[in-house]
């Protein structure tokens, strides 16, 4: 078994991968080891001997763009499921890549639930207004699954104008000052600081809404909880009132569909056109 | 009136209008720019309520004051709720505050009609107006279109939203004539005329200004009155084909408080909403006409989804064998879904395809098996009849809600 230490980094375990391809060594005989990783007990020991050092490959854009996606995805086996495709393909095993291959499923199966780990990312991230004059405009604190902060960041960029904003997360951090993009990995304990204070602040018409835009009598917890994983429900202002709505719902309120301050309050009848 | 109260009467009231999507508009963004905003194309679901409807814009009426009486409306003229009204500049203050903390994508705007058609509709334009220049909001907006509305005012929404809709509500003209007396299946279809034919003038010249790129959307409500599932997929093939319209949002009728007599006192027909939807899907995605899905009147089954209900009256397409068959054939299995059908022909380059390649597909098997040949599988339920094979796949009875 060859242990190959790297940096942690997809480019880092590119350059490592690309090496190891050249001199011809099959991915049974790797262990990848990410930054100060220990290595397994047999580890090291032996150079293996190349099958066939072969001259340079030429690997799809296309392929390297989903080895990258896959990379984010946290589990013990990420590079070594890598350098298995990597090398199939290189050997010409196209097959390796696809949906319906043993590798291929879970490589797509990585992929798809990096993706859906963005769009939560895009979707329930919530930023609040900083009063501190010397940090940025909004600053949020998000807890993602996988390593995607990144490659996520980027599209807050787009949304918020001339703002600067910050994202904090437990392992990693990203600042964008209005211009540049600040990546911090580990997030500094200021930042995160930053972004778990605020959090707490100002939401309150946004939890009026939410809880006026529920219908009681259309309580469906199977789809929320699908869509909306509880994982999230912590760190989202709304995420406290959903417990209670539900049982609000099913103790009676269910029987139509208006939210109680509203019921509770002096109604009024409209004159015919005409008639007043 | 405090604005978290206007907040609270007018979220409540527009909440029965399930359409929430942003989805659609060309790709637009803020970065480096003065203003607020992107779009993409793709929506953003920010939240779900415990209806597991999705909030991606901020949903709310600019008033709940309204002079029609329609009758499955919480808002009607004749309703005894409390009433308020947003001032155009508070709608665009809350949608800026949301947008910036990431809760919404957008503004999703309606009203009830107050004074008049045209007065209400410029109402509604002049906070779409207010949002895109005083404040270069890029954003989603959708405005929901008052038929009777001047083309002019129409035409005006369509430079300013992404995406018009005019509620057909109810299915057929009888019903529209008995619960909606104000409302009219003429207008309606003119509104949604002069929509497509903004969308078509626009397209036609390439630096026309844009008009409600996102398309136009309607909505019907289900169980309000005694139309069939049949006749609610007819109309809607109707507006698809007539008004391309991008979608049609089918809402279960929820009882509302004070009910009058004229409307069920039910709880909501949720399951037969979501067999609409999934028929819809089959009409929109899979050239599914709806004269295949329901080949009479009558209404989509419960039990089981109405794709599994087409391939138990249509065996005679069935068993396909999926290293053959059309591609278009087989995304009919049931089970088997439209991506699903285009890697298994993708796949079926590269080698034969085995029963197991289903499995990676993450393909409902139960449902597939009676319908598939493989390399290594054909079915033994091949040959049973239908109604056997639907009690075996049928989703079983479900205990009805108290209420």
């Given at each position: ?8 980094r ?30 397994g ?15 340079p ?8 763009a ?25 050997k ?6 696809l ?20 769009h ?16 940025p ?26 703002h ?89 309120a ?23 | 009136?405090?604005l ?9 009231a ?26 993409d194309?793709m ?8 209806d ?31 009433r308020?009204?947003?001032?155009p ?55 929901k ?14 430079r ?22 104000e ?8 509104a ?15 630096r ?5 790129p996102?398309?136009?959307?309607t ?16 109309t809607?093939?109707?507006l698809?084909?007539d008004?391309?319209?991008?979608r ?32 819809d ?20 089954p419960?039990?089981?989804?109405p ?19 059309e ?22 380059r590269?080698?034969r395809?085995?029963?197991e ?23 033994s ?11 075996q796949l049928?989703?079983?009875?479900v ?5």
């Open positions: 078994m060859l242990q190959v230490r790297f940096d942690g997809f480019d880092g375990w590119r350059e490592a991968a690309r090496d190891l391809l050249h001199r011809g060594i099959a991915p049974h005989h790797v262990e990848w080891l990410a930054g100060d990783e220990a290595g007990l047999f580890g090291g020991h032996v150079e293996p001997e190349s099958i066939e050092p072969s001259s490959v030429r690997i799809p854009r296309q392929l390297l989903e080895l990258e996606t896959a990379a984010r995805f946290r589990t013990a086996d990420r590079w070594s499921l890598l350098y298995r495709i990597l090398w199939r393909v290189a010409g095993d196209q097959t390796a890549r949906v319906g291959d043993v590798d291929g499923s879970e490589l797509h199966a990585r992929i798809k639930t990096i993706r859906r780990e963005t939560h990312l895009h979707a329930f991230l919530r930023f609040s207004p900083i009063t501190c004059p010397s940090g405009d909004y600053a949020a604190w998000f807890e993602p699954a996988h390593d995607i902060l990144t490659s996520a960041a980027p599209h807050f960029a787009e949304r918020m104008g001339l600067s904003w910050l994202i904090a997360t437990p392992d990693d951090a990203v600042l964008w000052d209005g211009d540049v993009m600040h990546y911090a990995n580990p997030c500094p304990a200021i930042w995160r600081q930053l972004a778990q204070t605020a959090q707490e602040s100002g939401a309150e018409l946004w939890k009026t809404y939410y809880e006026s835009t529920f219908n009681p009598a259309r309580l469906n917890r199977d789809v929320l909880q699908n869509n909306l994983p509880v994982r999230f429900w912590k760190n989202l202002p709304e995420g406290p009132l959903i417990p209670q709505l539900m049982s609000r719902a099913r103790a009676g269910q029987r139509d569909g208006q939210a109680e301050r509203v019921a509770t309050r002096p109604g009024k009848r409209i004159e015919r056109p005409g008639q007043a | 009136m405090q978290i109260e206007k907040l609270s009467v007018l979220a409540d527009a909440k029965y209008d399930v359409s929430c999507a942003s989805s659609g508009a060309p790709k637009r963004s803020s970065k480096g720019r003065s203003g607020l905003g992107a779009t194309g929506g953003i679901c920010h939240s779900f309520t415990p597991g409807r999705c909030v991606a814009l901020l949903k709310i009426l600019l008033t709940n004051f309204c002079l029609y009486d329609c009758q499955y409306c919480v808002n009607r003229r004749s309703s005894d709720v409390p308020a009204r947003f001032t500049e508070e709608v665009v203050t809350l949608t800026l505050d949301f947008y910036r903390r990431n809760c919404i994508s957008g503004l999703f705007l309606s009203s009830g009609i107050i004074r008049s058609a045209d007065y209400t509709m410029e109402q509604l334009n002049r906070v779409a107006k207010l949002l895109r220049e005083e404040h270069e909001f890029r954003g989603y907006i959708h405005l279109t008052i038929p009777d509305a001047d083309p002019q005012l129409i035409a005006e929404a369509g300013y939203a992404d995406r018009l809709s005019v509620n057909i509500e109810l299915p057929t003209e009888a019903s529209l004539i008995r619960l909606a007396p409302k009219q299946v003429v207008t309606i279809k003119q949604m005329h002069a929509i497509h034919e903004g969308e078509t003038e626009a397209k036609a010249e390439k026309a200004p844009r008009f409600a996102a398309g136009q959307s909505q019907m409500i289900v169980g309000a009155d005694a139309t069939d599932d049949s006749t609610i997929l007819h809607a093939q109707s698809y084909g008004f391309r319209l991008r049609v949002y089918y809402s279960a009728f929820s009882p509302i408080p004070h009910s009058p007599k004229t409307v069920p006192f039910e709880a909501p027909p949720l399951l037969r909403e979501h067999r609409l939807y999934q028929a899907f089959l009409m929109r995605s899979y050239g599914f006409k709806a004269g295949e899905l329901l080949t009479g009147p009558g209404n989509l419960l039990d089981i989804d794709k599994l209900a087409w391939a138990l009256s249509n065996r005679e397409h069935f068993p396909v064998d999926l290293n053959s068959a591609p278009a054939l087989i995304a009919r299995i049931p089970g088997i879904g439209i991506l699903s059908a285009k890697r298994l022909v993708a796949l079926r590269q080698k395809i085995r029963f390649d289903l499995t990676r597909l993450r393909c409902s098997l139960e449902k597939a098996k009676p319908f598939v040949i493989t390399q290594d599988y054909r079915p339920l091949a040959y049973r009849e239908s109604s056997a094979l639907r009690r049928s989703e079983g009875p205990q009805m809600g108290l209420w």
